[in-house]
């Protein structure tokens, strides 16, 4: 061109500059046009013939000017705007573009004009510096200032790059789509992670204001969503709130973790969504982002450095900027004042570095003009790259194996080789980020493809050659398609590593006409292509699929044969990881080689770490390509086979999830589950395909993860840890590493290497590298968390399908054929996952359900619509081994559709061919029961082109040839009216009763339907409205009271595991947890404890507290539930501050509540808590799934409307006959029963229909007696744990009728407990004039029995030793009448809830606890009676009853552990059996004793039996010379408030109501309590003791008493095998109550003295069962409103009971047991005697009463006596011989410890304790003068002023002190305690004195108080005694230690 100013354009998208031509250049003056100068120097390049120069002052362009090469081979244009210089260039060819002309740009006049060239312009556009468009003379640094839209500016004048942005209102947006080449250079590091987005680098762990340097401190940071306009700022008063938001991208996009991965994906149109983190915490639900890659987040958002978080942690983010116009960022700079800075610097003059390159091909390609014919040396070096369009024909058939290495037959795996990968040189051409480390690259992983189709317009002729992969190389590369349609074969976000951003797409191309072969994954793989033909091929060996397309639009296959699969695969998946990882460890040995690691405890060189798995993997490839043979005993050989080989199946098979002949998937991979993918595929048509003969032997490899992280531990290719095979767990339940060389590997890997690109997505934290290192141990229950139904590439099972059609619209099928297709695979672990229904998060359990390892489809269709068959569909020979076989399933929402020549044809579909028939049911989730269903439709739809038609004129199939253990139901022929689709839950369901199926299947037997009350889309959980069905869906389901639910006593699930549809999947479902009370509707949260600006809590759940499950409670007793109402209260204990729930069968906590699972925590913390659920329509629980959580079934209506009628006749018949159902007869109208002996003699007679019963006899009760022939056996043993004599047999034969006779739940697991039982309403029992009672042999063997129970049980829920089972049953409108019950080693009559209860006419005597007991009842008349006397032959104590009852337990102990031996202190090593076989024979001597009179005495022949015998009197025998019993009490008749009445007066709950007594005799009652202490070592917790309660009797079986501190264990049988039962017995069936704590068992077993140990803590005032004790008592009154008592005599009540226990332990107390209300009776109370008491009893009437001789031995004695809470009305009380204390001596009391706990006997006729009682006298006769007095009272002091009640004669009424005495002692006592302290202050013993001496001090102001009321007559000297409550000494008991300290300690349960 002419010389002058002139324009040009560099290329088509170039933009039009002004430039000057000069001599042939072309001179570049950017002042002319400064913006278009700046657009043009970023398209602009230059071929390397161009002349370079430079025109001095913009006039003339010499070419010998000097000009500035870099070495990248860059020119740098120098700018100068002022123009003093210009670059100038000239290229060796030039070519023209034609323009519009109003497309020039302007040229500025002013610039132009300082040119020499000015006049000769032409075509220029001249415009003055006012008018011109371009009005920049300089470069600015930003946008402050400068007009809205796109603009240039420099950010730095450091970094020297103009960039191109846009401008709004002074902020600069950053947009790569308008600079991708300049604006990286303004950011720490630049990486594109996929089309869409860039961010920093893998290792680049910048906040978004560090990644970009240009930014301050002051830089402020907008968001721009369309990159133009940046978001609107807050308002001027509030100008830094929400300033400073930026883009971040989730986790996934960098190989990192994110929570909602999976879950809820960005969409193809970049649009996110939010769904709940199923990694999240349990507190409230955590919503947060789905996948996003413009997640809004602050400009200082902390990124994590540490790659274990990246993979560990679920909320991974790092910055990120969109590449296409959207989702950019906007700044600006501010001054510290907060105003935007306007001023900016600016730049004139500036260099730009333009390319220099190699000259372009500028020949336009096509298929017709580029022929290129191919053959082995073109496959020599790596993949054949297509990149240009043509057409490419084979002339010979390949084996492709590029780059074997030199060294293949010494050492083919070498990793400095890492031969058949691409070589360093070739790095230009397959990317692999080898040389610098980055591995960021397509080829990092080895050569994807033997062809890579990266062009537009290609054909490919395989010209009937084959193409495949070498044997060498298959087993060498085994991550590898024939043919890939991209440059890569993985879209972004996805895959096992990072293989750049770029991915192309490819469209217009046609593969014909030929073979494709071997392939270890693919023939041909496609992402997104466009008009794709394949046609004419045949396939065979691969290993993953023929086929594999998705994201396609318009495919055409026709002409094709696929199959067989690959059916000599030598290796499993695990060879394929350690392959690809080859190059990784080259750089690990080269950079750590000699390091040192620890691994399972022993130091190892990385180098050699890595060299075992090299040797491990060469073994494999010497034995399958050199052909060696290894000694199959070679450890490495036998490593090699086990890891990597493939030997133990045939044929050799691949062990991956899934084969397919053609996989036709929506988008990206198909990894994940059926219908995963979305929607984006169309446009397929398929024609003539033959797909046959697939064998798949898919292994399954659970997904191994610790209970600290979320997720899978994994190496870098998502490689899952294979514990399985690299560790064990050892008896007693830890997990050991072992190792193998591939993990040893891993583990080497991951320590050492830094890289985040190198490591990937490796996930292996440092708990479990310390575990894998031997530093740690795992305990496998707790520690480890599985996830199941994945491959060893964390890829979910589906085995072989022949075509999948997933998430495709528009498809059309015509003449396919899908023949012989296996599944060889083994069934699902059962173990790691439990019954899961979806082993993994992304599978969709409806449409493959559990474990589908053992799967097989002919022809799959989901999530696709406008599927048309077209013509032929052939399906024949679908087999699974072991799993289900399908022939066609059409799924969620897709459609297919029969044309008008459609024929579908199946045969020969067999499922279950290698498996049992009846091996699994429908209940053994994970693996299903093998179904054989020719055509399966499951919310997909088959329809008819032609209406007219029937399904059957297009179906054939061959019925008689599909076999399995089960068919399938025909849902071919269903419609839409057969079918009604049944949710998971109540979200879109009206309010109201509903039935759902919650696991979203059906299953009659095991899953079916649940009837739940839903409520605004609540589901609310009720089983009361069907019991059983509701077991089918919890772990477990046990009816601890009738009205309480939970799990089974040894199921220690929380509730968000107990209720099974929660939690049953790989991760965790997302629920709202709530609670219902009225069961209708759904609370949520906390109001108490949620804070109102957090997340509500959603997670709350019902618990009852551990007394109902035989666990502690720290409240039990002090304020219960009440058993009616169901109320729950709060309390404190002991007058504590700290107020504690009480004992409720549904407090509100969190859903995931700890339950404790060992034993010792559920007897020895007070703790307990489990999950509850109400069974009577209260209290019930509540949930609400997410809605990605929800499922449907479809269910046949006739199956849906027989259940459902079912269910509601279910309900229907509770109301009618529940156990309170009234059946309309009365008593008077029953049928007549006549009871003879031959009804009693294997087991009680329970009457549970109403009617008139009839004694015909004396009744002598010897239940299952053995027969005389084995009582004279030479062997027989009475009390053998082998026979269980006396007890209902364990054989099964009486279960139905005695529950809990063989199992551990039930009234009858002790034994029988009753002679009768009366469970029904309505009934008369007459006694007839006759006796029923115990034989005396009986009497001594069944040591826990009533003769008559009105009720099913004898403990109400929540109660007793042991677990009696939820079924009380309690008697109703009852007459027990004219007879006599005689002989019962607990009760006469004894019953529980009973109602309307009448006893007349009734003699009651030989009874051990008590004649009448009734607890809980209303209505009771006992007229007529004669109760008495007490038994008084009792020949054992209460330790006899606990070895008779725990004879079961002890079986099992023999039967499981008998061989296991233990050594106590002292003493040679004994096995459990032998333990146990002692204590039975102790136990048959005393009944060889009492029974057949046997003696044993002292020979010298025999002498260990006779040392056996005193061992056994000490024992079991009573002490009692007189026979009475060892108990805490003995009652005449005892009215009770519902449960027990073992702890201390007015301790019951509850009220009973409406007692009448008239003409009652009570009378000759006797007892001689034995007081044992409670003991432990442990503050938490209750008494050592055993199963069912009994005490451990520290007393007996230590060596001195006297001085706990030190004495040692001597034990007794008994004691032995209590602590025998609790080291070695798991089960808690059998433990029970048990409780021995550290300290106890280190005692016995170790000799360590609890001195050593630091100390004890004791409670007395117990018996042997823990009872508190009360002494004799002729009728008790407990919590009874409106009771009348007429017109009784109670005469001869004795108490022998010696003194209780005075020991330190337990000190000078006034409350002995935590049970025990000092304010009614205090110190020890086993001494007393009582004719009645009354406490916390209202509207009662004592009238005509008269009590004679009552006397105690040692303690108090009283007539009447009126506690707590009571009122009462007196008339005519007659008392008359009360003695109090008749055998004790004063010098046997303690005053220096102010008579306690042993108190002085006082005497009282009529005792008013004065605790809010209340009461009247009254007369028959209004005028007559009331009769109540006493008289013959005596004692050491008698009762006085307001404690007396009514008059006491003055002559007889004597007391044996003065009070004064007494007083006196005391001070002179607390005197010589004041000496003592100064003695030796050093003397431990002198330190428990000075203790002793405190609490005496403390009791001073008692003790003077008292004085003052004796001087001033005010108060009674009765309440001196009683009510002297220290109250310190009340809340603890102070113990001293043997090093001087002391303790106080809570008092025991």
Known sequence: MADGLRYIKAAPASPIIPVVCSNGFTMLNPALNLKQYLKYFKHVQFDTNTEFGVAHDCKECLAKNDVVMDEENFWVASIHLDQSQCPCYKPSISVSFPVFKHSLPSVRESAASQLFYEQAARNIVFLSDEDSEDTETVVPSSCAGLADGSQFIMPSEEVGEIIHVNCYQGWTVLNPSLDRETLPSYFTSWLEYTDKVVGPSFDDFATWRQWFSAATENTEFSLSEDCTVCAPQPAADD?????????????????????????????????????????????????????????????????????????????????????????????????????????????????????????????????????????????????????????????????????????????????????????????????????????????????????????????????????????????????????????????????????????????????????????????????????????????????????????????????????????????????????????????????????????????????????????????????????????????????????????????????????????????????????????????????????????????????????????????????????????????????????????????????ATTSWSALSHTDMGKRFQRWTSGELQLDYQNDVEWSCNTDIQLHVQKGPIGLRVDGISDVRLSNIAIQNLVNIGELGDTEKCGAYLKGNGHQDSQVQLGYTGTDNFGMVVVNSDNVVLQNSLLIDGMESHRGIATGLYVIRDATLTLGLTAKVTISNIHAGTMLAVDTLSSSDLPNKIPVACAVNVNFGNIELLDATKMVDDYVAIAQETVTGHSECLDSLHLTDDDLVVVPSACNNMADGLQYILPYGLYATSDYPLLPVMCSNGDTILDPSLSFETYEKYFSSLYMYDVGIGGPALEDFATWRTWFLPFENRDIKAVFEYGVSEDCNSCAYGNEETDDALSPPSTNNAYYMTGNFYLCAWITKGDCDMDAETYECFQCSRNGQSTVYPGVCSHLKTGVDTVVHTDHYQCTGNNDNLKPSIGTNGQFCACYRPQSNDLREFQMNVADFDRDVTVLEQERNGDLVDGADADDGSDADDAQVTYLSSEDFLYGTYRITTPGTYVLTEDITINFNEPSSDVKSGEDFSPNSYDDLYWMPKTDGSQDELYMGASTWSGPYQLGFFAAITIETSDVVLDLNGFEIGMSVEYYLQQRVFSIIELAAKNFVSGQGPVDFGPYLRSASNVVIKDGTIGLASHHGVHGNGATDVTLSNLRVYNFDVAGIQLNGFDGATITDCDVGPSSSNIPVTGRYLHARVLLRRYAHLVDTYGDEELAFDGRESRTVREYVDELVAQMDMVYQHVINGAEYTQSDSDDEEYQRWLRAVDLFMNPNENGYGDGGVVYGVLLNSRGGAVMGFGNAPSQSNNAVLDNVYIHDLAIAPLEKLKFKTSSLGGATRGPVADVFDIMKVSDGFEDISTARYVGTAYSDVQLVMSQFEKSWFVLDHTCFDEGLTAWALNGQTFADYGGYYAGCNTDIQLHINKGVIGLRLDNIVDFTVSNTRIENLLNTGGLGVETEMCGAYTQGNAHQDPLITAGYTGTEGYGITVTQSVGGKLHNININNIETHHGAANGIALFKDSSVDFNTIVIDSIVAGSQLDVSQLRPEQNYLPNKVPIACSIFDNNYNTQYTLSADDSNAETTVKGSNINGFLLCAGDALIGDCDDDTCVSQFDRAYLDQLTQDAILDKQSIVHGDAHNHWSLRVVTLYLITIGLLAIVAAALYCYNNNKCSAYQFVHKSVDSAQSETIQVSLDNGTSEQTPLLS
């Open 239 to 751: 100008v830094r709130s929400g300033v400073n938001q930026v883009y971040h991208m989730t986790g996934n996009y960098y190989l990192c973790a994110w929570g909602t991965k999976g879950d809820c994906d960005m969409d193809l149109r970049e649009q996110c969504y939010s769904c709940v983190n199923r990694h999240g915490g349990n507190d409230y639900l955590e919503y947060m982002s789905g996948t996003c890659t413009h997640l809004i987040s602050h400009a200082d958002q902390k990124v994590y450095t540490h790659h274990d978080d990246c993979t560990g942690m679920s909320d991974n983010s790092k910055p990120s900027l969109g590449l296409n116009n959207k989702y950019c960022a906007c700044y600006r700079d501010v001054t510290d004042d907060d105003t935007i800075k306007l001023s900016h610097k600016t730049y004139s003059q500036f260099d730009f570095e333009i390319p220099v390159v190699e000259g372009v091909d500028t020949l336009l390609y096509t298929v017709d003009n580029n022929i290129v014919h191919l053959c082995t040396d073109d496959f020599v070096a790596g993949t054949y790259r297509i990149t240009n369009p043509g057409t490419y024909i084979l002339d010979c058939d390949i084996e492709f194996e590029p780059n074997p290495p030199l060294n293949a037959d010494e050492n083919p795996n070498d990793y400095n080789e890492y031969g058949w990968f691409p070589l360093p040189e070739q790095e230009d051409d397959y990317a692999t980020g080898f040389i610098d480390n980055s591995y960021v690259g397509e080829y990092q992983l080895g050569f994807i493809a033997a062809v890579t189709i990266e062009s537009d317009n290609v054909v490919f002729d395989l010209n009937g050659y084959t193409i495949e992969q070498s044997k060498v190389f298959y087993l060498q590369q085994r991550f590898f398609s024939v043919f890939l349609l991209n440059n890569k074969n993985f879209i972004e976000g996805q895959g096992p590593v990072f293989f750049g951003a770029e991915f192309k797409t490819v469209s217009n191309i046609i593969i014909k006409n030929g073979v494709i072969g071997r392939s270890s994954h693919h023939g041909i793989l496609s992402r997104q292509t466009s008009n794709l033909l394949i046609e004419d091929i045949s396939f065979h060996d691969f290993d993953v699929a023929g086929i594999s397309l998705s994201g396609f639009d318009g495919v055409i296959m026709r002409n094709l044969d696929i199959g067989p699969n690959n059916q000599d695969c030598p290796v499993t998946g695990r060879y394929l990881h350690a392959r690809a990882m080859l190059p990784r460890y080259k750089q690990l040995v080269e950079e750590h080689g000699d390091q040192n690691i620890l691994i399972n405890g022993e130091k190892r060189s990385i180098r050699s770490v890595i060299d075992r798995v090299v040797d491990s993997m060469n073994v494999i490839y010497n034995k399958e390509i050199l052909g060696y043979e290894y000694d199959e005993d070679d450890e490495l050989y036998q490593l090699a086979m086990l890891e990597f080989g493939n030997d133990n199946i045939s044929p050799r098979v691949s062990d991956g999830s899934v084969v397919y002949g053609v996989l036709l998937n929506g988008y990206g991979g198909a990894v994940m589950g059926l219908g995963s993918a979305p929607k984006v595929a169309t446009g397929v048509q398929m024609e003539n395909v033959n797909i046959h003969d697939f064998v798949l032997n898919p292994i399954e490899k659970c997904k191994f993860a610790l209970s600290n992280s979320p997720f899978t531990v994994r190496g870098p290719f998502a490689d899952v840890f294979d514990a399985d095979m690299a560790s064990f767990v050892d008896e007693d339940g830890f997990l050991h590493y072992v190792g193998t060389p591939f993990s040893d590997a891993q583990l080497a890997f991951a320590r």
